[in-house]
T-cell receptor
């Protein structure tokens, strides 16, 4: 089946640094979603993207829908300790309704 | 408070003993879904439902059953659990096909 490839798998950064991560697919997606999962909790939706080239912000987080429609990017500016967690990209393969696949995640660690 | 509630949070059972994990949402969402999360494999969709009495298989449906008799409830049934179904399970719901899922807090299942 289709896969979403996230990179990097993990990041160790200093508080205050900016973070970039990405998600790629061999197929076109019409929607890109970014989630964050804290330890012991379910994933929480951060940003939803619906149009190629779209750039959307949520506080210090900014995500972009790649123009090829095969990738998406998430940036976090001025990281803080509570940014620690696992970030997932997700999308509906073939534009399917209800079927949502996830990347394997980028684990972010922030050193105070 | 808008939420997805799943029970139990923790469950230890023996091989072959039928079990049901309940899931309920109070947001009047049409879409509901079950995922399992395993180290190194990420979140994988088991089943999803587009509305009452409408369900479809995700990527890993083998060994699971679901039903959607009411809009708010979407139970996950393991007729004959096996140790390879030991995992962290999440129920989720969504207002639309590409709106992104809201996740419950998870059920950690151990099958011995």
């Amino acid at each position: 089946g289709q896969q979403l490839n996230q990179s990097p798998q993990s990041m160790f950064i200093q508080e205050g640094e900016d973070v970039s991560m990405n998600c790629t697919s061999s197929s076109i997606f019409n929607t890109w979603l970014w989630y964050k999962q804290d330890p012991g909790e379910g994933p929480v939706l951060l940003i939803a993207l619906y149009k190629a080239g779209e750039l959307t912000s949520n506080g210090r987080l900014t995500a972009q829908f790649g123009i090829t429609r095969k990738d998406s990017f998430l940036n976090i500016s001025a990281s803080i300790p509570s940014d620690v967690g696992i970030y997932f990209c997700a999308g509906p393969p073939g534009g399917s309704q209800g079927n949502l696949i996830f990347g394997k995640g980028t684990k972010l660690s922030v050193k105070p | 408070e808008a939420q997805v509630t799943q029970n139990p949070r923790y469950l230890i059972t023996v091989t072959g003993k039928k079990l049901t994990v309940t899931c309920s949402q109070n947001m009047n969402h049409e879409y509901m879904s079950w995922y399992r999360q395993d180290p190194g494999l990420g979140l994988r969709q088991i089943y999803y439902s587009m509305n009452v009495e409408v369900t479809d298989k995700g990527d890993v449906p083998e060994g699971y059953k679901v039903s959607r008799k009411e809009k708010r409830n979407f139970p996950l049934i393991l007729e004959s659990p096996s140790p390879n179904q030991t995992s962290l399970y999440f129920c989720a719901s969504s207002s639309g096909p590409w709106a992104g899922y809201t996740f419950g807090s998870g059920t950690r299942l151990t099958v011995v």
